[in-house]
Nanobody
Framework: QVQLVESGGGLVQPGGSLRLSCAAS????????MGWYRQAPGARLELVAT???????VYSDSVKGRFTISRDDAKNTINLQMNSLKPEDTAVYYC??????????WGQGTLVTVSE
């Protein structure tokens, strides 16, 4: 069982930047994909970005070119650099460890609010 803990959320003005981090209690190198999801108020959970152990990344169209996902397997962490933030990026952001077989891992979430 791997526990995931997110950090780095907060309040930021439109156009600003934030960096989210996710620390895993165990190795992430054997997890098929690590990723970030988000859920805005009243909305469904949606994919933000994922990254494989080989470094292959996938981004949602809404964040492509603004957000960058990265990983550090030596530290068992993943990060999400968010630039040019928009009010519609406001959401709870969840770190996820996604497995092709078996139970996925999820963090508790961190709130990002983009507002004047």
């Amino acid at each position: 069982q791997v526990q995931l803990v997110e950090s780095g959320g907060g309040l930021v003005q439109p156009g600003g930047s934030l960096r989210l981090s996710c620390a895993a209690s165990g190795s992430i190198s054997n997890i098929d994909r690590m990723g970030w999801y988000r859920q805005a108020p009243g909305a469904r959970l949606e994919l933000v970005a994922t990254i494989t152990p080989e470094g292959t990344t996938v981004y949602s169209d809404s964040v492509k070119g603004r957000f960058t996902i990265s990983r550090d397997d030596a530290k068992n962490t993943i990060n999400l650099q968010m630039n040019s933030l928009k009010p519609e990026d406001t959401a709870v952001y969840y770190c996820a460890g996604l497995k092709n077989f078996g139970r996925d891992y999820w963090g508790q979430g961190t709130l990002v609010t983009v507002s004047e």
